[in-house]
């Protein structure tokens, strides 16, 4: 999340989402900022943010790709979002040893294999907010072994308790 450190919507943000102030970063990258504000302001279709981002996040020439085997790993877990992958599957699945594919994928990617795989898990669990009404069962249904885990997970990455971001949420029923 973007939010200018001038304008009134820091305030309120601070107010609603209250963090310690090292949670969050400051950065002067005048591209990064006006491509976010442009996506924001201009309301783009998909495929539009997907072109303004691969612009703004452009390959650096003489970059070495991502090891095809690790590509495919991520590949995999993409295609399929809802399930959980063990490192072991994936390992076989990109012909791996377990232990080659968690040295590979860190190597590869600079994050651990659990660390991207509890990512991907907060992140499925966040799109579900809006078709659930009860954290326990998003929690179980992303792999977490409770809400306590799920809560703690996503406070770690975010700064906020999930449950700021749950009720903020407006829902409602059409009844036929």
């Not at 085997?69 to 992958?85: C, Q, S």
């Amino acid at each position: 999340m973007f939010v200018e450190m001038d304008s009134p919507e820091f305030l309120l943000m601070r107010q609603r989402f209250p963090y310690r102030m090292r949670s969050a970063t400051t950065f002067h990258d005048a591209n990064l900022v006006n491509c976010f504000r442009s996506i924001y302001e201009d309301d783009p279709t998909k495929d539009e943010i997907n072109a303004r981002l691969s612009r703004l996040l452009g390959e650096v020439p003489g970059t070495p790709a991502i090891d095809p085997r690790i590509r495919a790993a991520i590949d995999i877990m993409r295609n399929e979002p809802d399930r959980n992958f063990s490192n072991e599957h994936l390992a076989v699945a990109v012909d791996l040893s377990p232990s080659r594919f968690l040295h590979l994928f860190k190597t590869e990617t600079g994050n651990p294999y659990r660390r991207f795989r509890r990512w991907k898990r907060l992140m499925t669990a966040a799109g579900e907010f809006h078709h659930a009404d009860n954290m326990t069962h998003i929690a179980l249904n992303n792999g977490f072994t409770d809400s306590a885990h799920f809560s703690n997970c996503f406070h770690q990455s975010f700064g906020v308790q999930p449950s700021f971001v749950f009720r903020a949420i407006k829902r409602f029923e059409v009844m036929t």
